[in-house]
């Protein structure tokens, strides 16, 4: 389909240019990990990485604060993944394979809260945290993570569970399963994909939050990802910033999640219509 | 991809499995029984929810009619004060300020967005194979870049002494070496702005993107063998056919948009002057972690709510009609 009978080569440097222009912030952070803060500190900026080394990668590596800060991020999100997708599984069961009072009340809620902003909320949940002894605490950060989690994931999920006909089931117990064996050895299967796709929008919700961990985690011990960049950045900026540590931390940040994205991105986007939640 | 209306779902008609149809064969008559099981099975999303959204808002409503001062930080109990918070508030200019810079940035960022990302999206359209997986690569490459770390380049690149933007500025022939962008209000801003769109344009391309494809080619073709020019197929053909998404990513925007606190916070930490620059995000913030004022602060939070719920009510009322 053809909207112009202007010629195609000049749409296409048109859309060549955008893309470049727009890949740029990302391929500038790619760019400058890889050189040495003497180039970087030029006020002429160098735009290919020829000559350049991983020595900012290991510098990052050698300051502990990174791994500190990488295991307190893989323990929240992994803490919010698996809960999140057992509880909306059996939510989204509920869903999708019942129907009862108060069904549509939980939908239209689960509707409603996705669209609540974590800035309406996070001064509430940081006197909560702090009145049970939570702030500073893996487990509080989970709780907030996977209740702002859990509404998309069953919305996601209750998708792929619908999607397994109930007459697969059935055939099964014809068969002589149970409803339980039925359940377990033709349905779960079955519903792998949708684990997966919602397993890792949940992933990339948790490793990515900042407003909630800036709010609730305040020690530097207990920094996720997001916050240690945003303290690296911080100390960094008092001397002259060292851009190149700088991206280099930028980029292992961003590098797993770039890489999630891409593979289950397809899998996600006809449900981030529908289901209102940005990636 | 598909962008389809959502899914829909309900009692009366739905598109739900075959299983699911209200009047069906007895086998599966056990499971419409009145039961405890659907009861069980939403509970622990219901305790979750409860302890950590419910609980939190009711504290927030409560606290909203109560007054924080300096006796309250040293352990006096706060003095329940009613609306006063919010009389206060209403009556404040600089809250005011505050909420008129977030809707109007909110509404200038979600408009441009959904301008942009429509126009790439028809650009998608128009060129060929290679030239379209360069730009949507690119555009994924974007919305997949973590906010943090996204924010931290684009610090980079507008910084004053040796960003980019400032070099390259110079070098097609601007005064612009030195100047400091987040100094001032209006340039933070312009700046925030830039930002804020070059993240989100990426998800509205893409989903107009699929509601394009699902234009049949015999219909351009026809309107072309008509004799509709570029303009015309867009505004008569492409427009309405695209309308629902549209408006739905619009409406999405908005939302989104009127929660910029990443992107602001980060900007003033890189050198925006904080009182010129809050938004309703960072202002509740400054007001209840920086001041220790949660009376306040919980007032503007239930406010920020209320406005979110008003906007997105419409669109999950859409969802929820689509179920009967």
Not at chain 1, 65 to 88: D, E, R
Not at chain 2, 38 to 62: D, E, R
Not at chain 2, 279 to 301: E, N
Request: proline fraction near 5%; hydrophobic fraction near 55%; charged fraction near 10%.
């Amino acid at each position: 389909m053809r909207l112009s009978s202007l010629s195609r080569p000049l749409w296409t440097a048109v859309a060549i240019v955008i893309a470049l222009a727009w890949a740029f912030p990302v391929y500038w952070m790619f760019n400058s990990s890889f050189l040495p803060n003497t180039v970087l500190q030029s006020t002429t900026p160098t735009f290919l990485p020829f000559g350049g080394s991983l020595d900012n990668f290991k510098a990052v590596f050698a300051d502990g604060t990174f791994l500190q800060a990488l295991g307190i991020s893989l323990t929240v999100t992994l803490t919010t993944v698996v809960v999140c997708l057992i509880v909306a599984f059996l939510s989204a069961l509920a869903i999708s394979r019942f129907k009862f009072k108060g069904r549509r009340s939980f939908i239209l809620a689960m509707l409603l809260i996705q669209m609540l902003p974590a800035e309406g909320m996070f001064i509430a949940q940081y006197k909560m945290m702090s009145s049970v002894g939570l702030l500073n605490n893996v487990l509080g950060l989970s709780v907030l993570y996977i209740a702002a989690v859990v509404p998309f994931t069953i919305w996601m999920l209750r998708g792929f569970v619908a999607g397994v006909p109930a007459e697969l089931e059935e055939a099964g117990m014809v068969d002589g399963l149970s409803r339980t064996q039925a359940f377990m050895r033709i349905t779960l299967p079955l519903l792998a994909p949708g684990f997966v796709a919602s397993g890792v929008y949940a992933f990339l919700q948790a490793w990515n939050e900042f407003t909630v961990a800036l709010v609730i985690m305040t020690e530097d011990q207990m920094k996720t990802l997001p916050l240690w960049l945003r303290g690296f950045v911080q100390a960094s900026a008092t001397r002259e910033t060292d851009w190149g540590m700088v991206m280099a931390a930028s980029m292992m940040v961003a590098v797993p999640v770039i890489i999630f994205f891409m593979i289950v991105q397809s899998k996600m986007s006809s449900g981030l219509v529908s289901g209102a939640v940005k990636g | 991809m598909s962008i389809h209306a959502p899914a829909p779902e309900g009692h009366a008609v739905r598109q739900d499995p075959p299983g699911e149809a209200p009047e069906s064969a007895p086998a599966r008559e056990p499971r419409r029984r009145r039961s405890r099981v659907p009861a069980l099975l939403i509970l622990p999303t219901l305790l979750i929810l409860i302890a950590a959204l419910g609980y939190p808002i009711g504290w927030q409503l409560v606290t909203s009619m109560q007054k924080f001062g300096l006796t309250q930080q040293f352990g006096a109990p706060p003095e329940f004060v009613g609306f006063a918070n919010y009389a206060a508030l209403l009556t404040d200019t600089n809250f005011w300020v505050v909420l008129g810079r977030s809707l109007l940035f909110c509404f200038l960022a979600a408009s441009l967005t959904v301008v942009i990302g429509f126009l790439l999206a028809v650009l998608m359209k128009q060129v060929g194979t290679v030239a379209r997986l360069i730009l949507q690569i690119s555009m994924l490459l974007a919305w997949s870049m973590p906010i943090v770390a996204a924010m931290t380049v684009w610090v980079w690149l507008v910084d004053w002494r040796r960003g980019v933007l400032n070099w390259l500025l110079t070098r097609v022939g601007f005064d612009a070496e030195g100047h400091n962008w987040l100094a001032e209000p209006v340039t933070f801003f312009a700046i925030a702005l830039i930002i804020v769109v070059w993240m989100s344009v990426p998800f509205v391309a893409l989903s107009i993107y699929a509601g394009l494809s699902q234009i049949s080619d015999e219909v351009m073709e026809a309107a072309e063998m008509d004799g509709a020019a570029g303009f015309q197929r867009i505004r008569y053909i492409i427009m309405p056919l695209v309308a629902p998404v549209l408006s739905i990513v619009m409406l999405l925007q908005i939302i989104w948009d009127l929660r910029v606190f990443t992107q602001i916070k980060l900007l003033q930490d890189a050198g925006g002057v904080a009182n010129e620059t809050n938004l309703l995000g960072t202002y509740i913030y400054q007001m209840g972690v920086g001041a220790g004022d949660f009376g306040t602060a919980s007032a503007v939070s239930v406010l920020m709510l209320v406005i979110t719920v008003a906007i997105s009510w419409y669109y999950v009322r859409s969802l929820m009609k689509e179920e009967n």
